[in-house]
Structure formats: structure tokens, C-alpha cells
């Protein structure tokens, strides 16, 4: 039988079995009870020459062996724990967890200290490291740096894993460095986007003028988007040489551009830009001293001009937003936070941030120095506007939400960082803390670790659930000192329900404290078990 009258075969019993033998009879067959039988019998021996009738094909060539992975191997305890967080998926644990750890919240950091450590990962643990890694973005660096090449070898024969060589630029081939311009030329020139960006920003960070110089042979031939996301790699490094190049893209086509290479210039303090904005804001804000006291007077921009434009201020004020307030906002957070010392008589940062400001400017004007004080990466500037965490305000006469403090406390030293939301816990307890704590340095600072313990054993005696404090108790899963641990045995023991306290809720703290233990506890033992290779 050909092949066209095989197939025509097939497709007329494929047919008769979706009429039905009642409607349409199979060749040969007969109508009646056996019908059907016969419709099976000759779909049985259509099967049979079909599948016969199939060539072999000619066998594939064999894959090239993965590159070879010269990292130490895993000690042996390490590895067996490395199985143990892999095996932890969500929904594996049938609900509520009770004391038990949640180990896949544990997992990033075994692989940072794996990393730092330059351990590889073992060859048998890939397949299950790759699955967490598709199943979680934040996963994917770290997971892939320890992984290393066979990562991107096993990616290819397996298109579940192809977000692998997505996130390798190159598809996993190494990227050339400043020292190999001819290979980098020809990748900026020929290469895919996300690889241009990756060879961009690798090379920005080895040699900041080698990669505006490449940037700059191509700008007027690249789209607006790509010139937006080209121009973001200058954050860093960014330095005073930039500056001609982005006084350029002032003049761009898009807008988007145009206001990233203002923010740009005006995180310079010393480029042409931010002294226009000095003198366009300073010129909107004075001290009074007609009064008893010393205050800020605001006359805010009346128009926005060309030039106001050209040097990022966007004219268009969003709605529920006045105009001169809106211009007011962007020159003020453009403008360098040094000249406001001379402009307001040599006072410092703490005495200027306390000065009265008339007609209800003062949330505008504050506003606008924190946002200048996180751009510009000013910590006696955001310092004063956070002020003492334990003032009433709950965080001094500049920052109004939880997201503006966090934001400023970025900007200090890890240490005081950590001392400033001890005082802000110890103050104002753990209701507007969630977003501070999540810029603290991790494991916390033994008086930031003890603010929370302590802060955590108030809310228990108030009597209150354990779930409103979740998203804390989360946290300190994970940034805690395991060293803690000790002062939360006695809190892990079910108290005596207190008269008005929510029934049950004395069990459900101990069984939170319990889990938060164990969980630190084997933080230790995995740090124990990742000692750094010899």
C-alpha cells in the first residue's frame, strides 16, 4: 500500500468511528452487532502497518560534553542539606506549617554563602536547582552562578530551562572586555539586544569611558527605547566626564531619554545642569526675618519655560497636583543639596530642615529634599530629614510614609541604619516598621535584632494574633542572628491565656516562636556546614 492510500485508509476509519457504525459502515463490515468489532479489528491492523511501515531515522550526533565546572566540590553535609531545601517546594507542606521551616525562603541564602564561597554545584542537584530557578525570577542569579556551565549545557538539550541562556547573555557564551575591541565591536554591532545591554553594562563597570565611547558611535542610529535602557547602564560609574554626552541627550527626540539624562546630571553636583537648577530653585526660597523667628518663604515658579524643560522638568503636572508646586517639586529635587547651606546663611542641614515654612509649603518643599537626598546618596541630609526615631512624627519633618524613610535610611551606614529602626521599634513598636527593616543589613545588628524579639514579646502579652505580625516574623526568620536563638527559648513555651487575651492566641505565638528557633537555628547549621574550601 502507498503512502496516500495508508493515510486515506486511516482517515476513513478515523471517520466512520466519529459518525458511528449506525451512520457509515467500515469497508467489508456488515451492519448489525458486530459492526463495532469490526471497526476495532481493522483500526487494529491499520495500526500495525502504519507503525511497520515507519523508517528508522538517521541518529542524531551526540551532544559535545558539558564544560568542565574547576570549582570545589560541596562538603558532603552541605550537599545533603542542599537536597533537603530543594525538596521544599510550595504546597508541599499541606497548608499550615506550623513549627516547621519554610525552607524554601532559606535557599537564597545557602546559595550566597555557596557562592561566596566559589563551591560548584553538585551535578545530581541541577535538575531540581534549575526547576526552583524557573519557578522563581529572584532566584535566577544565584542559582546560576552556582550552577555554573553545565547549567547552560543541560538548558539547551531541555526547553524548560531555556531561561538559562535568556539570562546568559550570549546564550552563555563569555562576553568580551574592554581589552578585546574587536570582539566587542562586532557584538555591539551585530549582537541582540539584552546582549548589547549585558556588554554595556560589563564593560561600564571595568572601564566607564570605553563604554560611552562605544555607546556614542551608535546613539543617533538606536531606537528610543534602547536608548533609554543604554543610557541607564551610566548609573554606574557615573562621573563628571559624562557629562558632555548627556547635556547631548538633553536635546533627544524622546522624552523619557531627555528626563533620564537630566536625573542624570543632576545626581553631578558639579555639572552645568544642576548649578541651573541651583539657581532657579534658590531663587524660589528665602528666609524671612521680619518675624520673631527665622522662616521659609516659598514663591514657587509662575511658568515653566523652554529651558525649565529642556533640563528635565516636566510641564505637565499629574491631576490632583498644582502646577507651580509640581515645578516647584522637580526644581528643588534637581537641585545640588550644598547650595542651600549658602543660600540660607551657612546653616547645616539639621538647622535648615527645622525652620517654620509659610503658607503650608513645608510638605512640598521636604519632600523634594528627600527625594534630592536619595538621589544624590546624602546621608547628613537624610539624616536630618529623618530626624530622631523616636520623635512623635515617627520619623522626623521630612519623611511622611514608611517608603520615604526607608528610601533615606538606604543612604547611611549599615550600622546606624540598623540604630535608628532599633529606636524607631523601641518608640513606635512594629506596625510601620516592615519597610524599614527591609533596608537593614542581613543578619541585623544585635540591637535591631533585640528591638524586634522585644517588640514581638509586647505584641504577644497585648494578646493580639501572631498573623498580623506575619510579614515580621518572616523577616526575622531569615535576618536574625542565629545567635538569638537562645533568648527565644523561654518564648517559645504556650503561656497562661490572660483574661481578655483572643482565645488560642497564646498557642499560636509559641508555635511562631518555636519555628522562628528552629529556623535560626538551622541557619547555624547550615553556615556550620559551609565552611570555605581549603
Known amino acids: 500500500m502507498t503512502g496516500t492510500s495508508a493515510a486515506s485508509a486511516w482517515e476513513e476509519l478515523v471517520t466512520t468511528a466519529l459518525l458511528g457504525t449506525d451512520r457509515r459502515m467500515p469497508v467489508g463490515a456488515v451492519h448489525g452487532r458486530q459492526a463495532p468489532v469490526a471497526l476495532v479489528d481493522a483500526a487494529a491492523v491499520e495500526t500495525v502497518r502504519r507503525r511497520a511501515g515507519i523508517r528508522p531515522v538517521r541518529a542524531a550526533a551526540r551532544p559535545e560534553p558539558a564544560a568542565a565546572d574547576r570549582r570545589a566540590a560541596l562538603p558532603p553535609a552541605a550537599t545533603r542539606r542542599l537536597t533537603t531545601l530543594l525538596a521544599d517546594r510550595p504546597g508541599t507542606g499541606g497548608g499550615r506549617r506550623g513549627t516547621a521551616p519554610d525552607l524554601m525562603e532559606l535557599l537564597p541564602q545557602w546559595l550566597a554563602l555557596a557562592n561566596a564561597y566559589g563551591y560548584a554545584a553538585p551535578p545530581e542537584a541541577l535538575p531540581a536547582l534549575l526547576d526552583a530557578a524557573r519557578g522563581r525570577t529572584d532566584l535566577r542569579p544565584a542559582a546560576l552562578a552556582f550552577a555554573g556551565p553545565r547549567a547552560l549545557w543541560l538548558a539547551r538539550l531541555n526547553s524548560d530551562w531555556r531561561f538559562a541562556l535568556r539570562a546568559a547573555p550570549g546564550g552563555g ?103 541651573r537648577m541651583a539657581v532657579r530653585a534658590t531663587a524660589c526660597v528665602a528666609v524671612d526675618h521680619t518675624g520673631d523667628t527665622p522662616t521659609l518663604v516659598v514663591e514657587a515658579p ?82 536630618a530629614l529623618l530626624g530622631a526615631p523616636s520623635t512623635p512624627e515617627a520619623g522626623g519633618p521630612g519623611a511622611v510614609s514608611s517608603a520615604e524613610r526607608a528610601k533615606l535610611l538606604a543612604t547611611l551606614e549599615a550600622d546606624e541604619r540598623a540604630a535608628w529602626v532599633a529606636g524607631f521599634i523601641g518608640t513606635h513598636g512594629l506596625s510601620e516598621a516592615f519597610q524599614l527593616l527591609g533596608v537593614c543589613a542581613v543578619p541585623w545588628a544585635p540591637p535591631l535584632g533585640r528591638a524586634v524579639v522585644d517588640a514581638l514579646d509586647i505584641a504577644r502579652d497585648a494578646g493580639s494574633y501572631p498573623w498580623s505580625f506575619s510579614g515580621v516574623m518572616g523577616l526575622a526568620e531569615r535576618c536574625l542572628d542565629p545567635a538569638e536563638a537562645v533568648r527565644l527559648d ?5 503561656p ?16 511562631a516562636f518555636q519555628r522562628l528557633t528552629t529556623t535560626l537555628r538551622l541557619r547555624a547549621a547550615m553556615r556550620a556546614e559551609l565552611t570555605p574550601p581549603p
Open 496 to 511: 497562661e491565656e490572660t483574661e481578655g487575651a483572643s482565645p488560642g492566641a497564646g498557642g499560636y505565638w509559641a508555635e
Open 490 to 494: 523561654p518564648l517559645a513555651a504556650t
Open 302 to 383: 509662575h511658568a515653566c519655560d523652554a529651558g525649565m524643560e529642556r533640563d528635565g522638568v516636566v510641564a505637565k503636572a499629574p491631576a490632583g497636583r498644582g502646577e507651580r508646586s509640581w515645578w516647584l517639586g522637580q526644581l528643588v529635587e534637581a537641585t545640588p543639596l550644598g547650595a542651600w547651606s549658602g543660600r540660607f546663611g551657612g546653616r547645616t542641614p539639621e538647622e535648615i530642615v527645622t525652620l517654620p515654612v509659610a503658607d503650608d509649603w513645608q510638605g512640598e518643599l521636604h519632600a523634594a529634599w528627600c527625594r534630592a537626598a536619595v538621589r544624590q546618596r546624602d546621608p547628613g541630609w537624610s539624616r
Open 173 to 275: 557564551s563569555a562576553l568580551p572586555g574592554a581589552d578585546e575591541p574587536d570582539r566587542v565591536r562586532r557584538l555591539w554591532q551585530e549582537g541582540l539586544f539584552a546582549e548589547r545591554v549585558a556588554l554595556l553594562t560589563g564593560i561600564r563597570a571595568q572601564e566607564a569611558a570605553a563604554a560611552r565611547e562605544l555607546l556614542m558611535s551608535t546613539w543617533a542610529t538606536e531606537r528610543a527605547e534602547d536608548r533609554l535602557m543604554f543610557l541607564d547602564t551610566l548609573r554606574t560609574g557615573l562621573e563628571s566626564a559624562d557629562e558632555p554626552f548627556l547635556e547631548g541627550a538633553l536635546a533627544d527626540r524622546s522624552r523619557n531619554v531627555r528626563a533620564t539624562a537630566a536625573e542624570l546630571l543632576s545626581a553631578l553636583p558639579d555639572s552645568a545642569l544642576a548649578g
